[in-house]
């Protein structure tokens, strides 16, 4: 068990660029999510994946975020024409089967938005 | 999923117990208690969960009262590595489910 990675663990970008994030969960962990934590609050849920199927999008995901999940394994969340709002940690997490909701996190990545 | 209501903040010696209370009133028959926690920097760490049973593991033990409508996380001894912030989040299980954090508790374990 090799936990959940993210990379970058920090990215420093200008208004209007592009960014991307990926994330590889534990192996066996059928399960992804996404979400979003800013200073103070507690994590935001963005969007899930059960294997390659996206299941749900909160209304939090805007037009600019998009997620993928191809065949099932890494995931990567992509963030167009970056807005200084969208500065906040960016955190996911893998769970197995279709039960119990124990989700192993990553540290997460930190977007800052100049 | 239910709300929860937690303290903002809470004090705790090193090496007494640590006593984390939530309410969630409006807790559905088929709904989990969980808990994890958020040490400052890092993702959040699953502790432990339970439906209406007390539930104990190798990090802490949970109290659920018979009406289902409020918990206790317990800490036996907190140490210094156990000061986070500590998330109640009740949560249906199944293919569709999530869960969703509050604010939760600042714990700050102190010699």
């Known amino acids: 068990d090799t936990g959940v990675s993210q990379d970058p663990r920090h990215k420093i970008t200008k208004r209007g660029q592009n960014v991307t994030f990926r994330c590889d969960p534990i192996?066996?962990?059928?399960?992804l999510y996404w979400y979003r934590q800013t200073l103070g609050q507690g994590p935001e849920f963005l969007t899930y994946f059960q294997n390659e199927a996206q299941l749900e999008k909160s209304r939090l995901l805007s037009d600019r975020f998009s997620a993928e999940r191809p065949k099932g394994s890494f995931s990567t969340l992509e963030i167009q024409r970056t807005e200084q709002g969208d500065s906040a940690m960016y955190l996911c997490?893998?769970?197995?089967?279709?039960?119990?909701?124990?989700?192993?996190f990553g540290a997460g990545s930190r977007l800052t938005v100049l | 999923d239910a709300k929860t209501t937690q303290p903002p903040s809470m004090d705790c010696a090193e090496g007494r117990a640590a006593n984390l209370p939530c309410n969630h009133s409006?807790?559905?028959?088929?709904?989990?208690v969980y808990w994890y926690r958020q040490i400052h920097s890092q993702g959040p760490q699953y502790i432990i969960h339970?439906?209406?049973n007390n539930e104990t593991n190798e990090m802490a033990s949970l109290i659920i009262t018979e009406d289902r409508k409020s918990s206790t996380l317990i800490l036996p001894h907190a140490t210094l590595r156990d000061t986070a912030v500590y998330y109640c989040?009740?949560?249906?299980?199944?293919?569709?489910?999530?869960?969703?954090f509050g604010t939760g508790t600042r714990l700050q374990v102190t010699l």
């Open positions: 409006t807790i559905s028959g088929n709904e989990y």
């Open positions: 997490a893998s769970g197995r089967g279709q039960g119990a909701n124990v989700l192993t």
């Open positions: 192996s066996e962990h059928n399960r």
């Open positions: 339970g439906l209406k």
């Open positions: 989040i009740v949560s249906a299980t199944g293919t569709a489910s999530k869960l969703t």
